[in-house]
């Protein structure tokens, strides 16, 4: 049923330089409705997002907004004066608010020569009508609730690169468009910031909105409908959340799978048949059989998904039994994040680490691998250990490099029990590297690409001590799918930082929880 309000997305195809990248999309978006947008990276969803924002419009055919709802794209949020607060840049959002109370403080000067009492009444009541006396503890609530509340009183230039995100998203959410158009919004907060975005969509807000988002937890909680994004193909649509719409897949998958089995069979069949009866006296049987044949409209093979399982040999590092042990250290760079009295770290562990931001999980991370000195105490390695450090600063792009070139400078295989091995080829297909990808020039990839290749490559070097800094940011649900595989068979220890709840409940058995002042 199509709401007053809606959106008519009609687009035919988007190319760039002459390569089609989304194409034969036609459906209709309810004022109301939660929908994922998912599919692997590259395949579009981010721009389709621009394309129904109206950031792109050189695309075939139109997205036609019935009843002129007002879109909300974080991407739309410019920071037009870097010396303005970021509490005077959320006030920003409310503009009917602020405007009219520039009018009232204006007219409040002149209140006294001119006796105009009654305008100032009607221009009170609605000034609290729209909210005007409660905007500013909405600002602080979303604030707190994004993870921004002791940013407030600093400018704008003074702050990062994942805070101005979350500065983006709050001023977004406080705009409160009929329409919300996410794109990756939990990928710079932490885990607590998630929770309460997640809990806000549910209860507080009253529109609909598009998420692109590999938080599959968060989508879980969120959405009721999912769009998968086939590139060129166009889309296909579920009506359930993330989890059951993954579900409804495999089985449409199996029956698609089991249909072409079955007319495969049946054909077959036909044929031996016909040849049987061809010549003889049973040849107008055969024929007519032939004629009938040839009137089946003929399924196509469905796609086959083999579940990729990794094997391990033993990392060429033998770890010994404890990997790390701390002693009366100090986290921080400059003053003391938190003290550790004692702790060990040993070779068969899987660690999840949480927090909120800005507590020194990354600090801890480079501090075990001895990149930063503790503060004070001892930090002692094994002599064995080879760490694998996944970091947030990301790949280390060579300009004249192909993708197979950058993997084999690292190792030409990587070993797998009894023997066997997998070349840089293979590993780079089995992380979805096609063979035409891994000659493509590394400052070609996309975003999620380098992503995914710096993931790789830490995995191929084969370490026995594995840290995930964020590893699931910018990454697709197949290649989550392909890492969670990869780590519940892997040998050595591992150690992730990561808010993907759905992520950190499948692989790691217990927690360091960061609060401030330890762990």
Same mark, same amino acid.
């Given at each position: 049923?199509?709401?007053m309000?809606?959106?008519?997305?009609?687009?035919?195809?988007?190319e760039v330089n002459?390569?089609?990248?989304?194409?034969?999309?036609? *459906?209709?978006?309810?004022?109301?409705?939660?929908?994922a947008?998912?599919?692997?990276n590259?395949?579009?969803?981010?721009?389709?997002?621009?394309?129904v924002?109206?950031q792109i419009?050189e695309?075939?055919w139109?997205?036609?907004?019935?009843?002129?709802m007002?879109? @909300?794209? /974080? &991407?739309?949020i410019?920071?037009?004066d870097?010396?303005? *607060?970021?509490r005077?840049?959320l006030?920003?959002?409310?503009?009917?608010?602020r405007?009219?109370?520039?009018i009232?403080?204006?007219?409040?000067?002149k209140?006294?020569?001119?006796g105009?009492?009654?305008?100032?009444?009607?221009?009170?009541?609605?000034?609290k009508?729209?909210?005007?006396?409660t905007?500013?503890?909405e600002?602080?609530?979303?604030a707190?609730?994004?993870?921004?509340?002791?940013?407030?009183?600093?400018?704008?230039?003074?702050?990062?690169?994942?805070?101005r995100t979350?500065i983006?998203?709050a001023?977004?959410?406080l705009?409160? $468009?009929?329409?919300?158009? /996410?794109?990756?919004?939990?990928?710079?907060?932490?885990?607590?910031?998630?929770?309460?975005?997640?809990k806000?969509?549910e209860e507080?807000w009253k529109? @609909?909105?598009?998420?692109v988002?590999?938080?599959?937890?968060?989508?879980?909680?969120?959405?009721?409908?999912?769009?998968e994004? *086939?590139g060129?193909?166009g889309i296909?649509?579920?009506?359930?959340?993330y989890? %059951? #719409?993954?579900?409804?897949?495999?089985h449409?998958?199996?029956?698609?799978?089991?249909?072409y089995e079955?007319?495969?069979?049946?054909?077959?069949?036909?044929?031996?048949?016909?040849?049987r009866?061809r010549?003889g006296?049973r040849?107008?049987f055969?024929?007519s059989?032939?004629?009938?044949? %040839?009137?089946?409209?003929?399924?196509?093979? $469905?796609?086959t998904?083999?579940?990729?399982?990794?094997?391990?040999?033993?990392p060429? &590092?033998?770890?010994?039994?404890?990997l790390?042990?701390?002693?009366?250290?100090f986290?921080?760079?400059?003053?003391p994040?938190?003290?550790i009295?004692?702790?060990?770290l040993?070779?068969?562990?899987?660690?999840g680490?949480?927090?909120?931001n800005g507590?020194g999980?990354?600090?801890f991370l480079?501090?075990?691998?001895?990149?930063?000195?503790?503060?004070?105490g001892k930090i002692?390695?094994?002599?064995?250990?080879?760490?694998?450090?996944f970091?947030q600063?990301?790949?280390?792009?060579?300009?004249?490099?192909?993708?197979?070139e950058?993997?084999?400078d690292?190792a030409e295989?990587? $070993?797998?029990?009894?023997?066997?091995?997998l070349s840089?080829?293979?590993?780079?297909e089995?992380?979805?590297?096609?063979p035409?990808?891994?000659?493509?020039?590394?400052?070609?990839?996309?975003?999620?690409?380098?992503?995914?290749l710096?993931?790789l490559?830490? /995995?191929f070097?084969?370490?026995?001590?594995l840290i995930?800094?964020e590893?699931?940011?910018?990454? %697709?649900?197949?290649?989550l799918?392909v890492?969670?595989n990869?780590? #519940?068979?892997?040998?050595?220890?591992?150690?992730?930082? #990561?808010?993907?709840?759905?992520?950190?409940d499948r692989l790691?058995?217990h927690?360091?929880?960061?609060?401030g002042?330890g762990?």
């Open positions: 049923m199509t709401d309000n809606h959106l008519n997305i009609n687009i035919g195809q988007y002459g390569e089609i990248i989304i194409g034969s999309i036609n *459906t209709i978006v309810n004022a109301h409705d939660r929908i947008i998912v599919g692997p590259g395949v579009g969803k981010s721009t389709f997002l621009r394309i924002s109206g419009q695309y075939i139109s997205v036609e907004n019935i009843g002129g007002n879109l @909300g794209y /974080l &991407e739309q410019h920071f037009m870097e010396s303005t *607060t970021v005077d840049e006030k920003n959002a409310f503009s009917e608010i405007a009219l109370e520039k009232i403080q204006k007219e409040e000067k209140l006294e020569e001119t105009e009492y009654e305008w100032y009444t009607e221009a009170i009541e609605k000034y009508l729209i909210g005007g006396y905007y500013e503890n600002l602080e609530k979303v707190r609730g994004i993870g921004i509340f002791h940013l407030l009183e600093r400018t704008l230039e003074g702050v990062s690169g994942g805070e979350k983006a998203l001023k977004t959410l705009s409160k $468009p009929d329409f919300l158009l /996410l794109d990756e919004p939990t990928n710079f907060i932490d885990l607590s910031s998630v929770e309460w975005l997640e806000y969509l507080s529109g @609909g909105y598009m998420i988002s590999h938080d599959r937890e968060f989508l879980d909680q969120t959405v009721t409908k999912v769009i994004i *086939t060129p193909s296909e649509i579920f009506v359930w959340n989890s %059951d #719409s993954v579900r409804e897949k495999q449409m998958r199996a029956v698609k799978e089991k249909d079955n007319q495969q069979a049946l054909l077959e069949s036909e044929k031996e048949l016909i040849n009866f010549a006296s040849a107008g055969a024929k059989r032939e004629k009938a044949l %040839d009137k089946i409209e003929i399924l196509e093979k $469905p796609e998904l083999t579940e990729i399982k990794f094997i391990f040999e033993t060429k &590092e033998k770890a010994p039994e404890t790390i042990r701390m002693e009366e250290a986290i921080g760079r400059v003053d994040l938190f003290f009295r004692e702790a060990t040993n070779a068969w562990e899987r660690i680490i949480v927090g909120e507590v999980k990354s600090t480079n501090m075990l691998q001895l990149i930063e000195p503790a503060d004070n002692n390695i094994g002599d064995t250990v080879v760490f694998g450090n970091s600063q990301g790949l280390v792009v060579k300009e004249n490099v192909r993708v197979i950058y993997v084999k690292i295989n990587f $070993p797998l029990a009894k023997g066997g091995s840089a080829a293979q590993f780079l089995l992380f979805l590297f096609p035409e990808k891994q000659y493509t020039y590394l400052p070609s990839l996309s975003g999620g690409e380098k992503k995914r710096q993931l490559t830490v /995995l070097s084969n370490p026995n001590f995930l800094d590893p699931t940011n910018d990454l %697709d649900l197949p290649t799918a890492l969670e990869f780590l #519940s068979e892997y040998a050595g220890c591992v150690m992730i930082v #990561s808010h993907d709840r759905y992520f950190m790691v058995d927690l360091f929880v960061f609060e002042d762990i």
